[in-house]
């Protein structure tokens, strides 16, 4: 316990800073939209990068890998970073690392060049994970209360759909196809990095940024009981967006006939899009229905993705998306919102990290080993077991699902938060 005050980052709420406040809640949320835009835009350019360059779906799922490496690697070291030099500082270099990531994509026609790139956005996203969401639960407004968690928790579902679309539709319509999304994207990020530098710091900065940077997890012991299977969610559907990035360009080409950048990202967006509109759904209820719930429509939905490319029906497979992206939106977000609810100011970015660790490893693990069996087993094999993974996640979170503890008044104790789940502002 001798380092808990290098936790400690004191938020900065003085009566009249409303307004800078929704500057910085709107400056935080623009940027964690634009940051994993970013992240999102080479997906219409893999079957381009396969047809010109070579690239096998080996390559790309390791392209996928590099980049969640990056992340968990920031995540590890620098999570925590935020607390200590202020959440301005950490945001505009997250979004420098991105934009320095951007620029090898630029020239990309083997694939050290590729990973090279998504390696360095990875280091970029891991920081915006933990620095943009704590910037967006500090000045986000009172009211409503589901509107940081899933603020902080669909930014990077939002970005990556608007990522995803603009990509396909500048690669098939624009000029310089394989350049085009990638000067945008540098656009994004400067005008981001320009928003938050008009914006007001919202934690004081605190001594201990060189201990912070030794690796360590910590979450307050009153959710530890929820990790589990706020674990189990984020697996299963940050290892099937995983597989959308990896697999669904080779499978929309090959299974469901078209070529087209466009729907590509339409189809990628369509998976991530319904994730935005259903997250405040789940808000409704109390964190552990709308996880039930959520992964209950996340796993009919897979079902449906997985008959479709057995049958090689598109139409099937959009429907199958939007219901597995709006199921993955309610579960995300009442997951985040369960370990988030009640957490002080020192608290959120160790929280933040300790999700995106669990976020970004779903997605790696399960591309890295299916990158590998990409060379034994078929696309429509491979998909079967990404919807096996969804099946054992929901079984998992259907029973095993908790709320936060309370009392016999029905307030939160000490072990536990309260079913509200939204996140406090203060002191810690």
Request: proline share 6%.
């Amino acid at each position: 316990m001798h380092d808990a005050m290098q936790y400690v980052a004191p938020v900065i709420h003085k009566p009249r800073q409303g307004d800078k406040l929704r500057l910085a809640f709107f400056s935080a949320v623009v940027s964690l939209v634009a940051a994993f835009a970013a992240a999102a835009a080479p997906i219409p350019l893999y079957n381009i990068y396969r047809a010109e360059d070579g690239f096998t779906n080996a390559g790309i799922s390791m392209a996928i890998v590099a980049y969640s490496a990056g992340t968990i690697a920031a995540l590890l070291l620098v999570g925590r970073l935020s607390n200590h030099l202020g959440r301005r500082p950490t945001a505009l270099a997250s979004l420098g690392m991105i934009l320095l990531g951007c620029l090898p994509l630029l020239y990309v026609h083997d694939i050290a060049t590729l990973l090279a790139g998504r390696l360095v956005v990875g280091i970029g996203t891991g920081l915006a994970s933990s620095s943009l969401t704590s910037y967006i639960v500090d000045a986000a407004p009172a009211k409503p209360k589901w509107l940081a968690s899933v603020a902080s928790s669909q930014g990077p579902m939002l970005g990556l759909t608007v990522g995803a679309i603009v990509s396909g539709a500048l690669v098939q319509f624009g000029p310089w196809p394989r350049d085009l999304i990638y000067l945008v994207c540098v656009g994004l990020l400067l005008l981001s990095a320009g928003l938050i530098a008009i914006s007001p710091e919202t934690a004081r900065p605190t001594p201990g940024a060189w201990r912070s940077l030794v690796p360590q997890l910590r979450v307050p012991s009153r959710v530890r009981h929820l990790l589990p299977v706020a674990a189990a969610v984020f697996l299963a559907t940050w290892a099937t967006g995983a597989f959308y990035q990896a697999f669904v360009p080779a499978l929309v080409k090959d299974q469901l006939h078209t070529r087209s950048p466009l729907v590509l990202g339409l189809v990628f967006a369509a998976y991530m899009t319904p994730s935005v509109l259903g997250a405040p759904i789940g808000g409704r209820f109390t964190s552990a229905i709308a996880q039930r719930v959520g992964m209950i429509i996340f796993l009919a939905g897979m079902i449906g993705i997985v008959t479709a490319i057995a049958a090689g029906t598109l139409a099937l497979f959009i429907i199958g998306t939007i219901g597995a992206g709006a199921g993955q939106g309610i579960a995300i977000s009442a997951a985040t919102r369960g370990l988030l609810d009640r957490g002080t100011v020192a608290e959120r970015a160790p929280i933040f990290t300790a999700i995106y660790l669990l976020c970004y490893g779903g997605a790696a693990f399960p591309s890295l080993v299916s990158g590998r069996l990409s060379e034994i087993f078929s696309l429509p094999q491979i998909a079967f077991g990404y919807g096996g993974l969804a099946f054992v996640a929901t079984v998992f979170t259907v029973f095993g699902a908790r709320n936060p503890h309370t009392d016999r008044s029905g307030n939160a104790t000490c072990d536990g938060s309260s079913a509200s789940g939204s996140p406090v502002h203060g002191t810690s």
